[in-house]
Nanobody
C-alpha cells in the first residue's frame, strides 16, 4: 500500500532555513504531481506548493519566493527548501499526491519557527 514519510523538520529561528523531505513507497512516484501541505496550530490543513511531474512547481502567495519544491524520481522523494522562515510558517508539514486520491497522510514533520 502507499506510504509517505515526511522528515527534516525542527526548530529554527526567524529568518532561518530548513529542508523537509517526503519519501514515498507503494506508488509510481514519477507518475504523480506532489503537493506539500501544512497544518498550522488551530487551522485546517492547507496546500502550500505543488511540484509537477516535469519538476516545475507552483506556490501559494504566502510562501512564493521563500519556498522551493523539488523532486528526485530516482529516490521517490520530494523536497521543500524553506528560507526566510517566519513564525507564521510554524506548522506540521505533509506531502501527498496532487490532486489527492486515496493515499493516506503520513505523520508529518513539525517545523517550529521561534526565537
Amino acid at each position: 500500500q502507499v506510504q509517505v514519510v515526511e522528515s527534516g523538520g525542527g526548530l529554527v529561528q526567524p529568518g532561518g532555513s530548513l529542508r523537509v523531505s517526503c519519501a514515498a513507497s507503494g506508488i509510481i512516484f514519477s507518475h504523480y504531481a506532489w503537493g506539500w501541505y501544512r497544518q498550522r496550530p488551530g487551522n485546517q490543513r492547507e496546500l502550500v506548493a505543488i511540484v509537477l511531474t516535469n519538476g516545475t512547481a507552483d506556490y501559494v502567495p504566502s510562501v512564493k519566493g521563500r519556498f522551493t519544491a523539488s523532486r528526485d524520481n530516482t529516490k521517490n522523494t520530494a523536497y521543500m527548501e524553506m528560507k526566510s522562515l517566519k513564525p507564521e510558517d510554524t506548522a506540521v508539514y505533509y506531502c501527498n499526491p496532487f490532486p489527492r486520491g486515496t493515499a493516506p497522510w503520513g505523520q508529518g514533520t513539525q517545523v517550529t519557527v521561534s526565537s
